[in-house]
T-cell receptor
Framework: KAGVTQTPRYLIKTRGQQVTLSCSPI?????VSWYQQTPGQGLQFLFE???????NKGNFPGRFSGRQFSNSRSEMNVSTLELGDSALYLC????????????FGPGTRLTVT | DAKTTQPTSMDCAEGRAANLPCNHS???????VYWYRQIHSQGPQYIIH???NNETNEMASLIITEDRKSSTLILPHATLRDTAVYYC?????????????FGKGTLLTVNP
């Protein structure tokens, strides 16, 4: 079974621009979560979507947003990029049930210059 | 979610068992213990989880103390490919919480 895929794998953007990252979950999984990983802050939860609805949200500014489509694929968008947004953005999928273990993709490495 | 405490780093000889401890003294009754690992530059990988009984799968064993205040992840025969950062996470199951709160984890280095 194919794993979680994320596109693009690497991205370079300039301050002030916006960016959209894509995540395709494991077939059958209905929950998609997004995380940001930086050397200073480690892995931090951004938000989680289930059946096209945001269920959980982390402590990130409104510049970070996401959505989920009816096929469970998800996108996250960051507007007005700042240098501090440079990070590895990870997507994880799960069945979305009570104990659901999450399966992570390889991540998108975003560099903001 | 309850806070977890893990050693910053550990070493293990290839072929030996790696025992990674985790302290979660404030865990509550509806919180599960999850273990993930992250090999350098890859996404985290799910290993195992449990509530109060010991659990085993093809990757590892999870031993949870009777009072549930600590747990140990056991990799029975560590290989060089097991070198990674291992995260112990406590998560409320049920309700509307589906996020994972990662700490700094333990860097396990398996030596030849």
């Amino acid at each position: 079974k194919a794993g979680v895929t994320q596109t693009p794998r690497y991205l370079i953007k300039t301050r002030g621009q916006q960016v959209t990252l894509s995540c395709s979950p494991i077939s059958g999984h209905r929950s998609v979560s997004w995380y940001q990983q930086t050397p200073g802050q480690g892995l931090q939860f951004l938000f989680e979507y289930f059946s096209e609805t945001q269920r959980n949200k982390g402590n990130f500014p409104g510049r970070f947003s996401g959505r989920q489509f009816s096929n469970s694929r998800s996108e996250m968008n960051v507007s007005t990029l700042e240098l501090g947004d440079s990070a590895l953005y990870l997507c994880a999928s799960s069945w979305g049930d009570r104990e659901g273990e999450q399966y992570f993709g390889p991540g998108t490495r975003l560099t903001v210059t | 979610d309850a806070k977890t405490t893990q050693p910053t780093s550990m070493d293990c000889a290839e072929g030996r068992a790696a025992n990674l401890p985790c302290n979660h003294s404030t865990i509550s009754g509806n919180e599960y213990v999850y273990w993930y690992r992250q090999i350098h530059s890859q996404g985290p990988q799910y290993i195992i989880h449990g509530l109060k009984n010991n659990e085993t799968n093809e990757m590892a064993s999870l031993i949870i103390t009777e009072d549930r205040k600590s747990s140990t992840l056991i990799l029975p025969h560590a290989t060089l490919r097991d070198t990674a950062v291992y995260y112990c996470i406590v998560r409320v199951v049920g309700g509307s919480n589906y996020k994972l709160t990662f700490g700094k984890g333990t860097l396990l280095t398996v030596n030849p």
